[in-house]
């Protein structure tokens, strides 16, 4: 149980397009999802916290119109890059927990690399 | 803020060596601590946890004891296998967020 699915797993697309990547939670209701973002050889670094039907929180630095989530139904979350440049190439994670406070147990998906050319 | 300090990688050990990933942390109250595993090609995986000074988290032969008086969250395995090779990740929580470490690669050889 407690499985968190993304798609696409990979994606390249132009500069100045959007990309879309899902969230997903296949066997529970996740009230909330994180998102991170994953440099090579580097930690995981928080972009926002998403809580079904209110507004993310992002963290300091990450910027909101850039960055745009959408965490519409409790077992799905959508991070949008707009208008992408080469240097939002990175791989990005999500995560949900189970339960209503946010404070359970964090459970990741496997990541989307995005490549800007 | 709140931090954590990994031991910098890759980690390279032959099967059935004593692993040992040094994680030290800063944090002000008392987070709960955190070692995820991430395998090739996977998301991360929580791997065990700890929820107060001197509780010790096992699973899979992997142990880490939270140490308040070191700020200190080490893992330790006894004998590692090839299967263990992957991506080790030390975290604390911060409310409701977690704070990663750097992250330290194992890679075991037969």
């Known amino acids: 149980g407690a499985v968190v699915s993304q798609h696409p797993s990979w994606v390249i697309c132009k500069s100045g397009t959007s990309v879309k990547i899902e969230c997903r939670s296949l066997?529970?209701?996740?009230?909330?999802m994180f998102w991170y973002r994953q440099f090579p050889k580097q930690s995981l670094m928080l972009m926002a916290t998403s809580n079904e039907g209110s507004k993310a929180t992002y963290e300091q630095g990450v910027e909101k119109d850039k960055f745009l989530i959408n965490h519409a139904s409790l077992t799905l979350s959508t991070l949008t890059v707009t208008s992408a440049h080469p240097e939002d190439s990175s791989f990005y994670i999500c995560s949900a927990t189970v339960g209503t406070s946010g404070m359970g147990t964090q459970y990741f998906g496997p990541g989307t690399r995005l490549t800007v050319l | 803020g709140n931090s954590v300090t990994q031991m910098e990688g890759p980690v390279t050990l032959s099967e059935e060596a004593f692993l040992t990933i040094n994680c030290t942390y800063t944090a002000t109250g008392y987070p709960s601590l955190f070692w995820y595993v991430q395998y090739p090609g996977e998301g991360l995986q929580l791997l065990l946890k700890?929820?107060?000074?001197?509780d010790k988290g096992s699973n899979k032969g992997f142990e880490a004891t939270y140490r308040k008086e070191t700020t200190s969250f080490h893992l330790e395995k006894g004998s590692v296998q090839v299967s263990d090779s992957a991506v080790y990740f030390c975290?604390?929580?911060?409310?409701?967020?977690?704070?990663f470490g750097a992250g330290t690669i194992l890679r075991v050889k037969s």
């Open positions: 975290a604390l929580s911060d409310g409701n967020k977690l704070v």
């Open positions: 066997d529970f209701q996740a009230t909330t």
């Open positions: 700890a929820t107060k000074a001197d």
